[in-house]
């Protein structure tokens, strides 16, 4: 399977990192805002050509599939192109940042039948593997997730500490992940919805600090914090209070609630989740399938995104 790949920043490389213990697989093409940048990484991992234009990449009938680690706000309009030109898609998170732009790259994804996943990358982490086979076996019943999201951004970086040339955004990009996630664990979907967010900064225009509370159908709860204020300890922590246990996933790390680490190297076959989520890509299409995480399945947590955003504006 031939694989072109969008977008050579932080996120770029760690699919580039997975995508060589996938057998079977080639990146042929690595697209980038800079030539010269870009031809660097791609010498690096033996990717024959280099393009600034997605377009042109798109017209290589050798390309079976594209993986876009771009900008949020290129992210729709993209994956829709990709599959128009008969390339199955895998848009990292978020799919969209608005509720139409998402709706209208389900709608492509019909009208073509190719494979578009999205990068919900919590849904194949061991951790929350580990966590969603208890709850599948009905030894856990979900009651509660209380999750922290924290980063230090109130300058416009990215995760490698480099100038971006695009605003990250609390609600459409890191909230996303907890509101499938939630969904995803509580086996239900969710019907209320509150948010909170904290002054806006000056030169970004972004909320830095937001609060969101959410409930499912079958009465689970959960409590989101999110910060770029926030000076250490830096990531995304989630706490699960079920019936029969806690357990707290930091990354790929799960412990019960008595700090007690619990082994989950064996979940998968590999303790990667960018890993692990490029695999059922390349198996979805391989195998004819919907994948998780396919565009269909995420769907709903930009419904819940677009109400809390109208919320929030008031």
Partial sequence: MKIAL???????????????????????????????????????????????????????PEVDAVILCTPTQMHAAQAIACMKAGKHVQVEIPLADSWQDAQDVLETQKATGLVCMVGHTRRFNPSHQYVHKLIQAGELNLQQMDVQTYFFRRTNMNALGQPRSWT??????????????????????????????????????????????????????????????????????????????????????????????????QVDVSMNGIELQDREFVAAIREGREPNSSVAQVLACYQVLHDLEQQLQG
Wanted: hydrophobic share 40%; with cysteine.
């Fill in 6 to 60: 969008a977008g050579a920043g932080a996120f770029g490389i760690k699919h580039l990192d997975g995508l060589k213990k996938i057998d079977g697989v080639e990146v042929v093409a690595l697209v980038g805002r800079r030539f010269e940048e870009t031809k660097a990484v791609a010498d690096k991992y033996g990717i024959p050509n280099t393009f600034t234009d997605l377009d042109e990449v798109l017209k290589l």
């Fill in 168 to 265: 990250d955004h609390l609600l459409w990009h890191h909230a996303a992940h907890t509101v499938d996630l939630f969904a995803y664990q509580a086996g239900s979907p969710v019907v209320k919805a509150n948010a909170l967010e904290g002054p806006h900064h000056p030169d970004l225009g972004i909320a830095m600090d937001m609060s969101i509370q959410l409930k499912t159908a079958n009465g689970a709860i959960c409590t989101l914090s999110l910060s770029f204020n926030n000076d250490g300890p830096l990531g995304t922590f989630f706490r699960y209070i079920g019936d029969t246990g806690t357990y707290i996933a930091r990354y790929d790390d799960l412990v019960n609630g008595k700090e007690e680490k619990i082994d989950v190297s």
